[in-house]
């Protein structure tokens, strides 16, 4: 199992990046799938999960009106649409499959892949 995420970059305060997942040898659309951080020198943390119908999700209050996660399940990928970007969300972000979408994202796999970096600039 590979997983890429990709989309990730270098933008100003309050801009916007669209962060793709996609996995190979897993189909996503039997399970949930979360988008996890993790910022220098801190521990990583999930900002959004999504069920593998898409019928619900989790944000960390933090995101929550300015990230927005979708999926497409015909194409095997996950989003994360990203707006009004802050300097707090500079960090690598990392998807995950088979996460348990509750009041929170539980990753219930070892699958992290590489991981794309986000970086924000004030």
């Known amino acids: 199992v590979q997983l890429q995420a990709s989309g990730g970059g270098l933008v100003q305060v309050g801009g916007s990046l669209r962060l793709s997942c996609t996995a190979s040898g897993l189909r996503l659309d039997q399970y949930g799938v979360g988008w996890f951080r993790q910022a220098p020198g801190k521990e990583r943390e999930a900002v959004s999960c999504?069920?593998?119908?898409?019928?619900?999700?989790y944000y960390k209050d933090s995101v929550k009106d300015r990230f927005t996660i979708s999926r497409d399940n015909a194409k095997n990928m996950v989003y994360l649409q990203m707006n009004s970007l802050k300097p707090e969300d500079t960090a690598v972000y990392y998807c995950?499959?088979?996460?348990?979408?509750?009041?929170?994202?539980?990753?219930?796999?070892?699958?992290w892949g590489k991981g794309t970096q986000v970086t924000v600039s004030s």
């Open positions: 995950a499959p088979k996460v348990r979408v509750g009041f929170g994202c539980l990753p219930e796999s070892d699958y």
């Open positions: 999504i069920t593998n119908t898409g019928g619900s999700q």
